[in-house]
């Protein structure tokens, strides 16, 4: 998916409540390609506009498995808390 | 897979493709801002409004591109790109100095790699043998731990039955047959070439070919049946042999040829790369037991001719295996034994063609020469060091504003050492590639005055290939590190800790006042001048040297006397007297001046004996002379004249009267002054017992030995048993072709064959090619630091000169004579070679002590003359070093250098 649709679909997902700003997606893209997490390529959209497209790398989804897993626990941590206060 | 090309192709164009990068960028972001306009269209907006609105959602560009640039950035590896970048830039444009650097350093890294090229071809790379590594020769020693290199044919078959430790076992033996000895031409003596007349040939064991993993390029091996006893021979050809006898004819196989009188069946060829289990491959290889078709020969009381290698098996090491085969040793000596019997077993893994660290005198020599080639190589990296110091200072305002801009002083550094990394580099690669371009030049030189006798060519064996090797790049590789860091590191870091108030304002150097460099600078030219004096002084010792054994008298007309021999020995039972008769035959012959037996002969081995004169008390310190065996007609074959007395009549040969000859010499040393005839003199026979000796005559001295040219020699009358491996000479009247063909043939109507070796001045010659190559050798070493100190001493004196411009300038205005300012720069200079060249006598002197001790007798260390011309030459040349910039020194407007900048 190229970085527009990304930040789009980011918005519809959390139902307009994230609105990733252009200045926070686009260096996370990059920082994420140095770091091997993620790759891209040039390629056309469905309009015919080229667009750079970026899928996840193994890496990058093992990376992603990981800190969902983080996520998740510290979820549980904070609403365990929250339940025992 | 896909995913790790991307990221390659990312961190290329990040790197590498700034622009591509940049523009990629840029349009993303356009794109993205099409898609925001395109969905804000939708919703109903115009045209304009879409785009203005989406522009205003999207931010600043610069400042998010800046943010994505600094997410993407590999600091480090840009960094160096960069520096790298700036290197080559900076190079390129003082095209002088970098094409010296690169030129001294390649001198320097050059000249150590081709010394390391020759090394590896000789004593590290091993032979093309299958897996060598794991391949050990074998040989023994005798009970008074003598070494003993061959065994009998028993012993190898139970080593091979019984050695547990071996996984296999292989035996070879080697011999000279005539070729097609009807039609072979003698040498031609007006050419003096190398006979084709016989061949080496090798004897092998059935496994020989899978032992050693030898490919069959056409043909096939042996089969079993021909590995029989009284079976026909048949010869698998070596490659060599097929392509220069036999011009690669694919139709040699199955053809029959005579060799040694027998009919040999070729039945294939040895694939190129394969040479057996030395360097040089034989012309071709034959069953073992075609050897000999006497049965003893095979027995345990036949010769002691074979060699053995073996393989060890997996897991093995030497120490396991020896144990494992002095057991069988012992075995075979208590049920053979003999004096020549192995009491223990010596292993020698690997098969190289020389081992040279073998001994501790080898090992030495080795370091030795190692050091002094590594001594060139320290004279280049001070040149540089010194051309890098001197370019840093000249460079101290553009630092300068550097660091006053607030520039990192490491980063400074960092970017310094890599330009000077990359002349290493540049330097590492040209000396590489020009060290092989030389070899490659030189070595078929030096191999075609190497003696053979095959009539082929030997250069293109896979031996000689001089295509450097991943040992040559380990350690060119490993010699450009050391450069690097030595000649990098030092001046990166001076330059960088320059002066910022001086630097800005170019004041290279006020009157007077100290260059920051310079003490350093001084040292080094003061170190190469020492090293190129050290070298030189040894290369005057050594080419003196070769100049004296040049002119050495060996005392004896070799030109005209030839090695010849008979018919193989092991062929007739009563050798010693079949010999005997030979020689008289022989000399009955028309066309035969003179015929000789000698054991040993001059320059062929030596024997030495302990000797005390009638008049010394029993007890008293004997003296060391050389001996050998000789017959009658020897001093006359080789024109050696008697100055007094007589040869030995035939009556005195292999009698118990110990008449002998003596040298000049050793006449002179016990009877000094005297009529040595009819006196005698003891000899050791072994340890305490001592025999009587009568001088029947005195010929004049010749020299037995090249090296350590001992010439007091005792000669007694040849006896019986040695006249087996006797070395026999024949001067023949005439020496052309027709005339020698002519005593082959009258020795054949005799009854048995004659061979013409090579003339004997060929061994004389051969002997002195050491003294050669080290000649050669250290007066190309010794010239190139002469020329490398010059050229450090010319830029020092130079850009001392060229930084002391303006006190010129002031001195000369306020009246200097020019000459005053040139001896001004004279002395600087030549106190500078002064210190260098004590240093120099002094390391010179060692250098060369030690060399004598290596190479005993073979030269003298301390050599006043070679000393002095060497001196001589370094301080004229020195002189003009220094006397030619300050000369230019005083061509310096005073208006100018006042006004210099």
């Keep these: 998916m190229h970085g527009w649709g990304i930040a789009q679909k980011l918005a519809v997902l959390s139902k307009e409540a994230l609105q990733l700003q252009e200045g926070t997606l686009y260096p996370a893209l990059y920082r994420m390609e140095a770091k091997g997490w993620v790759s891209s390529e040039w390629s056309q959209s469905d309009n015919n506009r080229r667009a750079k497209y970026y899928r996840l790398t193994r890496v990058g989804r093992r990376r992603l498995e990981e800190q969902k897993e983080s996520w998740d626990r510290l979820a549980e941590i904070v609403a365990a808390i929250f339940r025992q206060a | 897979m896909m995913d790790a090309l991307r990221r390659i192709r990312f961190r290329f164009v990040t790197l590498f493709r700034r622009k591509q990068f940049e523009a990629e960028m840029a349009e993303e972001m356009r794109s993205h801002l099409a898609f925001e306009a395109a969905a804000r269209r939708e919703q109903g907006l115009d045209e304009a409004e879409a785009w203005s609105g989406a522009r205003r959602a999207f931010g600043g560009f610069e400042q998010n591109k800046e943010r994505c640039r600094d997410e993407a950035r590999f600091v480090f590896l840009e960094q160096l790109v960069a520096d790298v970048r700036y290197a080559a830039r900076a190079l390129a444009k003082s095209p002088s100095f970098t094409i010296t650097a690169v030129l001294t350093l390649a001198l320097g890294i050059g000249v150590n790699a081709a010394l390391f090229s020759v090394v590896n071809m000789v004593a590290l790379r091993p032979l093309p043998v299958k897996d060598p590594d794991s391949l050990v020769k074998i040989s023994g020693r005798d009970a008074r731990g003598r070494p003993q290199s061959a065994f009998s044919y028993t012993e190898y078959l139970r080593y091979r039955q019984e050695a547990g430790a071996l996984e296999s076992v292989i035996a070879f033996t080697t011999a000279r047959w005539s070729f097609e000895s009807e039609t072979a031409a003698q040498p031609d003596p007006e050419r003096d070439d190398r006979g084709p007349g016989r061949v080496p040939v090798a004897f092998v064991s059935d496994n020989y070919f899978d032992v050693l993993g030898g490919p069959i390029q056409i043909g096939r091996g042996f089969r079993p049946e021909e590995m029989r006893p009284g079976a026909s021979p048949v010869i698998v050809l070596s490659n060599l042999f097929w392509e220069t006898r036999f011009n690669r004819d694919p139709d040699v ?176 690669v040209l000396g590489l590639g020009l060290a092989t371009w030389t070899l490659q030049l030189l070595l078929p030189v030096v191999v075609s005055r190497l003696p053979t006798d095959w009539g082929f060519e030997t250069r293109h064996l896979p031996f000689f290939d001089t295509v450097p090797d991943r040992r040559v790049l380990g350690f060119t590789a490993l010699l450009t590190l050391g450069a690097t860091l030595v000649v990098g590191m030092l001046p990166a870091w001076h330059a960088s800790g320059a002066n910022l108030i001086a630097a800005v304002r170019n004041e290279g150097t006020a009157f007077g006042r100290r260059l920051t460099a310079s003490g350093l600078r001084k040292l080094l030219v003061i170190v190469q001048v020492a090293i190129a004096l050290t070298l030189l002084s040894c290369a005057g010792v050594l080419v003196r040297n070769l100049v004296s054994r040049q002119k050495a008298d060996v005392g004896y007309d070799a030109h005209a006397v030839f090695g010849v021999t008979l018919t193989p020995e092991r062929m007739v039972q009563d050798w010693g007297q079949k010999f005997r008769q030979a020689l008289e035959t022989l000399r009955t012959v028309p066309g035969v001046a003179a015929v000789g037996v000698a054991s040993p002969a001059p320059l062929q081995g030596q024997r030495g004996t302990q000797i005390r004169a009638a008049s010394d008390p029993t007890g008293s310190p004997t003296r060391y002379a050389l001996t050998s065996q000789v017959s009658d007609g020897f001093f006359d074959t080789f024109r ?184 001004l720069f004279l002395r600087q200079g030549l106190r500078l070679v002064a210190v260098g060249l004590v240093l120099g006598l002094i390391g010179g002197s060692i250098f060369t002590v030690a060399l004598g001790k290596m190479l005993y007798g073979f030269i003298e260390p301390f050599d006043p003359v070679a000393f002095g011309a060497v001196t001589l030459l370094f301080i004229l040349i020195a002189l003009l070093a220094c006397w030619l910039p300050a000369r230019r020194a005083t061509n310096v407007d005073p208006m100018v250098a006042l006004r210099a900048e």
């Design chain 2, 253 to 428: 196989i199955g053809r029959a040829f005579t060799m040694d009188q027998k009919r040999v069946t070729v039945i294939g060829v040895a694939a190129p790369e394969f040479s057996g289990h030395e360097a040089v491959p034989p012309a071709g290889w034959l069953p073992l037991p075609t050897w000999s078709n006497r049965a003893d020969d095979y027995g345990p009381t036949g010769p002691q001719d074979f060699g053995v290698i073996g393989r060890l098996k997996a897991g093995m090491n030497e120490e396991m295996a020896k144990a494992d085969l002095d057991v069988i040793a012992a075995r075979l000596a208590s049920e053979f034994p003999g004096e020549r019997a192995k009491s223990s077993v010596r292993l020698e893994r690997g098969l190289r063609f020389l081992n040279l660290m073998r001994t501790a005198q080898g090992s030495r020599f080795v370091s030795l020469v190692v050091f002094g080639f590594g001594l060139v190589l320290v004279i280049a990296c001070t040149n540089v060091t010194n051309l890098l110091l001197a370019r840093g200072v000249a460079r101290q305002s553009e630092i300068g504003i550097r660091l006053t801009l607030g520039a990192d002083r490491l980063r400074i550094v960092r970017q310094l050492f890599t330009e000077n990394v990359l002349l290493c580099f540049l330097g590492a």
């Design chain 2, 640 to 823: 050696i004249p008697l100055l007094r007395g007589r040869a030995f009549a035939p009556s005195e040969l292999h009698s118990g009267v110990q008449a002998v000859v003596v040298s000049e010499a050793l006449a002179r040393d016990l009877w000094p002054g005297q009529d040595a005839l009819g006196r005698t003199f003891s000899e050791q026979v072994s340890g305490d017992v001592f025999r009587e000796c009568e001088v029947v005559g005195v010929a004049r001295d010749i020299m037995m030995q090249p090296f350590h040219d001992e010439r007091r020699v005792v000669y007694h009358p040849a006896q019986l048993d040695v006249w087996r491996g006797a070395a026999l000479f024949v001067r023949p009247r005439e020496a052309s072709a027709p005339a020698l063909a002519e005593i082959v043939r009258a020795a054949r109507s005799a009854g048995f064959d004659l061979q013409f070796e090579r003339r004997y001045s060929f061994l004389v010659e051969y002997f002195l090619l050491p003294s050669y190559a080290f000649a050669v050798a250290s007066a190309a070493l010794g010239a190139l630091a002469l020329g490398m100190a010059s050229v450090g001493l010319y830029g020092l004196m130079t850009f001392s000169v060229n930084q002391r411009v303006r006190e010129i300038g002031i001195r000369m205005a306020l009246g200097a004579a020019g000459g005053k300012v040139v001896t």
